[in-house]
């Protein structure tokens, strides 16, 4: 699965579900800890809005994900230089490995 630190809110929550029942690995950069619900008010000018954090997720242990980072199994970053020339180096990690997995049945 492919992460980064572009993921938020449930982009936190599934990887490190996916990453923690051991379903296969994660490819990309380190994830912030944002596993928490938000309440979005908007104010008397419209132009502010902020969040309320109202539901937190717990691991098994009783631990929240907020402010855990999440780790990648494999960790890659596409830096701006390759962005801007269409290269994804996260992606073709993620194929290279599941080219592995493939070439081992």
């Known amino acids: 699965m492919l992460v ?6 449930n982009a ?3 990887p490190w579900t996916y990453q923690t029942l051991g379903l296969g690995k994660l490819i ?3 994830v912030p800890g944002t596993m928490t619900a938000v309440w979005w008010e ?3 000018d419209p132009s502010i809005v902020f ?3 109202q ?3 717990e691991d098994m242990n009783g631990n929240y994900l907020e402010n855990l980072e999440l780790k990648p199994d ?4 596409n830096t701006p230089a390759q962005v801007l020339a269409g290269e994804d180096a996260q992606l073709e990690a993620a194929v290279k490995e599941m ?3 493939i070439e081992k049945k």
């Open 4 to 9: 980064c630190e572009d993921n938020y809110s």
């Open 74 to 77: 494999i960790e890659v970053y």
């Open 12 to 14: 936190h929550g599934f």
């Open 99 to 101: 080219l592995k997995s």
């Open 55 to 57: 539901v937190g997720c």
């Open 51 to 53: 969040g309320i954090p």
């Open 28 to 30: 990309g950069a380190p």
């Open 42 to 44: 908007t104010q008397i």
